[in-house]
């Protein structure tokens, strides 16, 4: 059987939303929204979080059996990569939870309405001749259609243009936006390279209403009510 295990690394500055990643969302840390559905998952043989912040660290050994991990301050920067921090982060949980694992799983405290079951579908696609996994919603605007963009002659038109035009939005070929939510990585692929893509790399599209990534405090609102909605109906 293939040994999974979770990352989820945040740091300890934020701008956007300063604070958010410990900041309330219904009564509960932001972050503990998002290791709650990896331990309801029930698929990994160790959680860890990665930071360079002692109260985050805090904050995430709350959930039972949740590893700390200290992240090195060069991992930590503002202009720090984080598939470097992501592999730090695996490979401190393996020598802490005495294993090496198959599959690594790295979750988005800041995309907090993904269900359980996404972060399994999102694995359950791993396979053969498929290297990684990234999560998605189908796209609010088309680059063929009305994402704009202005040209090297400083005229205004759509971002992306095929012969003839797209005269219906229905028309134009489906494009994603990534919603941060889940990343898959097969062990050895996220040593090989340090981007996202790679040939067979596979998408997992999940509806906009468990998509928001949390930027803005704009972003916090929803997302809050749409948590509180997805609560509610699950309660009735």
Not at 49 to 67: F, K, M, N, R, Y
Not at 168 to 193: E, H, K
Request: glycine share 8%; charged share 25%.
């Amino acid at each position: 059987m293939k040994k999974i295990i979770c990352t989820v690394c945040v740091r300890g500055g934020s701008k956007g939303v300063p604070g958010k990643n410990i900041r309330p969302m219904l009564g509960v840390p932001l972050m503990q929204h998002t290791l709650r559905q990896a331990v309801d998952s029930g698929i990994f043989a160790a959680i860890a979080v990665s930071s360079d912040s002692l109260e985050i660290l805090d904050c995430a050994t709350q959930i039972a059996g949740v590893l700390p991990l200290v992240r090195p301050d060069e991992l930590a920067t503002d202009t720090a990569g984080k598939v470097p921090a992501i592999r730090h982060a695996m490979l401190e949980t393996e020598k802490a939870a005495g294993i090496t694992c198959d599959i690594l799983v790295d979750l988005d405290v800041t995309s907090p309405l993904r269900d359980a079951e996404d972060i399994r579908n999102a694995v359950a696609m791993i396979k053969d001749g498929v290297p990684n996994v990234l999560t998605a919603m189908h796209s609010r605007r088309s680059p063929y259609f009305n994402l704009l963009e202005r040209g090297c002659d400083g005229e205004i038109g759509t971002a992306k243009r095929l012969p003839g035009g797209v005269l219906r939005r229905q028309d134009a070929p489906q494009c994603y936006d990534m919603n941060a939510s889940i990343y898959v990585w097969q062990r050895g692929v996220l040593f090989a390279n340090t981007g996202l893509y790679h040939p067979g790399t596979e998408l997992y599209v999940m509806p906009e209403e468990r998509s928001w990534d949390i930027d803005s405090e704009m972003d916090w609102a929803v997302v809050e009510l749409l948590m509180k909605r997805k609560q509610d109906k699950a309660n009735t």
